[in-house]
């Protein structure tokens, strides 16, 4: 009786997992909104940056990238 109701509870909780919709063209507008960033405050991901730049002895890269083809 416990194992039955075991194996139901985790093929329930296995379900919940399998239903994965992508971002409809539609909604990716409100992805862009400024409210949707990590970062809320332009000037600590400034001072962040230099932070890691200092640290790294590197800058750049913090941004959007283009792909591995060298079209960039």
């Known amino acids: 009786m416990c ?3 075991l194996a139901l509870m985790a093929l329930l ?3 919940a997992c399998s ?3 992508p971002v409809a063209a539609w909604q990716k ?3 862009a909104l400024p409210e949707m960033t ?3 405050d ?3 991901r400034g ?3 230099h932070i890691y ?3 790294e002895a590197s800058a750049g890269g913090s941004g959007v990238g283009g792909g591995g083809c060298g079209c960039n």
């Open 53 to 55: 730049s200092s640290k």
């Open 47 to 49: 001072y962040k940056e």
């Open 13 to 15: 909780v296995l379900q």
């Open 38 to 40: 990590f970062d809320d």
């Open 19 to 21: 239903h994965i919709q």
């Open 3 to 5: 194992a039955k109701v």
């Open 42 to 44: 332009p000037l600590e």
């Open 29 to 31: 507008g409100n992805l």
